[in-house]
Nanobody, 124 residues
C-alpha cells in the first residue's frame, strides 16, 4: 500500500511558475514508476508527465513539453513537477500516481495508487 499526497498548487498568473510535490509513504518509493495527470473542468483526466524508477527515462505530453519538468528524489520519497510558462489552459486538478508495472506510461488503469489532487489555476 502506498499513500500519495500532493502539494504546491495554487493561483498564478499566466507566464508564472509553480512546483508541485508528491510525497509517498508506505512501500519502497523507488519501486514505483511515477506519473502526473491532470483533469480540467468538464474534461477527462489526461497524462502530463511520467518518470521511471531511477529517473533515467522521462516522458511528457505534447502540450507541456519544454515547459514542465518532472523529477524525483528517491531518498525523500518525492516526485516533483516544475511548471513554467503556465497558460490558462493548464488550469486543472493535478494528480500524482504510482505504478509497480507499466507498459504504457499514459495509461491510467496501469497506475496502482493515486493522490487526492491539488488545484492549479492560471489566470489570464
Amino acid at each position: 500500500q502506498v499513500q500519495l499526497v500532493e502539494s504546491g498548487g495554487g493561483l498564478v498568473q499566466a507566464g508564472g511558475s509553480l512546483r508541485l510535490s508528491c510525497v509517498a509513504s508506505g512501500r519502497t518509493f523507488s519501486s514505483y514508476r511515477m506519473g502526473w495527470f491532470r483533469q480540467a473542468p468538464g474534461k477527462e483526466r489526461e497524462f502530463v508527465a511520467g518518470i521511471s524508477r531511477s529517473g533515467g527515462s522521462i516522458y511528457y505530453a505534447d502540450p507541456v513539453k519544454g515547459r514542465f519538468t518532472i523529477s524525483r528524489d528517491n531518498a525523500k520519497g518525492t516526485v516533483y513537477l516544475q511548471m513554467n510558462s503556465l497558460k490558462p489552459e493548464d488550469t486543472a486538478v493535478y494528480y500524482c500516481a504510482a505504478a509497480l508495472r507499466l507498459r504504457t506510461v499514459v495509461a491510467e488503469p496501469e497506475y496502482n495508487y493515486w493522490g487526492q489532487g491539488t488545484q492549479v489555476t492560471v489566470s489570464s
